[in-house]
T-cell receptor, first 108, second 117 residues
Framework: EDKVVQSPLSLVVHEGDTVTLNCSYE??????LLWYKQEKKAPTFLFML????IEKKSGRLSSILDKKELFSILNITATQTGDSAIYLC????????FGAGTRLTVKP | GAVVSQHPSWVICKSGTSVKIECRSL??????MFWYRQFPKQSLMLMAT?????????EQGVEKDKFLINHASLTLSTLTVTSAHPEDSSFYIC?????????????FGPGTRLTVL
């Protein structure tokens, strides 16, 4: 059975802090790993990772995939209150199951 | 970028009625669409995978006779919640897979908030 585990489930930090969110997975027919940010409505796409060891960056966010150890991390540096959201990861295979998500709260 | 629409964005209905939610991919053809349900403060739970022209594949614990899925074309999938009850009140989100090079990218609709009275 496919498994997706995200940690921590919840995280409270102050503006300016750096956070690392974890996603581990065990799925069949793995093709890529997707990260999403969800605020009030539907998730918005952040990254798609297909190759191990190649960091993807978008502003203060970056992510990397380790296909051997079956995990990915999402880093956010110099956090801002606008980063408060649920961050979801999903291995891309025939099914698209999400992890439980990490609820990040950034305090001023 | 690819766009997926959902309609309606919110609906309130009486217990026992049926509600249909539409999911459309507006600028690409989606051979596969997914339906998720999300309860407050919880993650997206996959309900079913919908493939164009074939029967949907339901996740364990999801009643196929209650949540009817029809993927009639490459741009439209519908979810019908039959005989809705208050416990079906939730946020329903669809997504569509668009081929992107060698791997597929998934795009979400804006979601439908269902409230059953």
């Amino acid at each position: 059975e496919d498994k997706v585990v995200q940690s921590p489930l919840s995280l409270v930090v102050h503006e300016g802090d750096t956070v690392t969110l974890n996603c581990s997975y065990e799925v069949t027919n793995f093709r890529s790993l997707l990260w999403y940010k969800q605020e009030k409505k539907a998730p918005t796409f952040l990254f798609m990772l297909t190759s191990s060891g190649i960091e993807k960056k978008s502003g203060r966010l970056s992510s990397i995939l380790d296909k051997k150890e079956l995990f990915s991390i999402l880093n956010i540096t110099a956090t801002q209150t606008g980063d408060s959201a649920i961050y979801l990861c999903a291995p891309n295979n025939n099914d698209m199951r999400f992890g439980a998500g990490t609820r990040l709260t950034v305090k001023p | 970028g690819a766009v997926v629409s959902q309609h309606p964005s919110w609906v309130i209905c009486k217990s026992g009625t049926s509600v249909k939610i539409e999911c459309r991919s507006l600028d690409f053809q989606a051979t596969t669409m997914f339906w998720y349900r999300q309860f407050p403060k919880q993650s997206l739970m996959l309900m079913a995978t919908s493939n164009e022209g074939s029967k949907a594949t339901y996740e364990q614990g999801v009643e196929k006779d209650k949540f009817l899925i029809n993927h009639a074309s490459l741009t439209l999938s519908t979810l019908t919640v039959t005989s809705a009850h208050p416990e079906d009140s939730s946020f329903y989100i669809c997504s569509a897979k668009a081929p992107s090079g060698r791997t597929d990218t998934q795009y979400f609709g804006p979601g439908t908030r269902l409230t059953v009275l």
